[in-house]
DNA sequence: TAATTAATTAACCATATAGTTAAATATAGT
DNA sequence: ACTATATTTAACTATATGGTTAATTAATTA
């Protein structure tokens, strides 16, 4: 997959955003970071796989504790991606935005 | 589904992030839409229920013609999601922003 | 060395996804 | 009425996903 589609797809999943958000404030070892979920560890362990896939996160060994955290840039990416459509709601037309761009077609790369 | 985990799992295949671009200057109908694409119409169908799904398009049908617009309000969602991580890249110290948080845990609802 | 802890891998299950072709529906034109 | 066009639904295939439990690997502690 293309890293963009990796990227949304792994914020794609309520479980991988929690875990996302609670990276917020630094990193935690893959244990701390199961502990609010009711589900396995394997489970976990695979969300996290899919996360750092995508870019979302480092990790880093130490002795038995893997570190994990947030990593800025594809998260940058998808933002900046969306931002293309910001147009669309932060002038207070955004309908009317729409309702002109329909009428007046413009091409931009 | 929740609708952000629909929004982004709308936004995590290629060829629906090529649609919605293609839905930026106007409305567009559903065999408009397809004709840059080397799928099948029946698969282009499904995108679009994907997306319309995912409250990123409006559907609207004038006869045979269905007309398929950009919606912006669960972009504008996301997008505010994701927004809540720009503390990570907006510095220039984005690495120390990392660090410092890492070092000095403060909670955020 | 034996036992404990942290995390992953393996094997499995159920469901979802993205595509296909063929058939169905609905509107429009002759 | 017949035909053509636009789109969807149905049936199917292959692959991916997200979860489980059990087994494995690796590091720590007794």
């Given at each position: 997959m293309d890293p963009l589609s990796d990227t949304f797809h792994a914020l794609a999943d309520p479980t991988r955003r929690a875990i996302l958000l609670s990276l917020k404030h630094g990193e935690k070892s893959a244990g701390d970071i199961a502990?609010?979920?009711?589900?396995?560890a394997p489970a976990i362990s695979r969300h996290l796989k899919v996360m750092e896939k995508a870019g979302l996160i480092d990790r880093r060994r130490d002795g038995q504790i893997l570190y994990c955290q947030l990593r800025a840039d594809r998260l940058k990416e998808a933002t900046e991606w969306l931002e293309r459509y910001a147009q669309f709601w932060q002038s207070s037309f955004g309908r009317l935005d729409r309702i002109l761009s329909t009428e007046h077609p413009r091409t931009d790369k």
């Open positions: 502990k609010p979920f009711a589900i396995s």
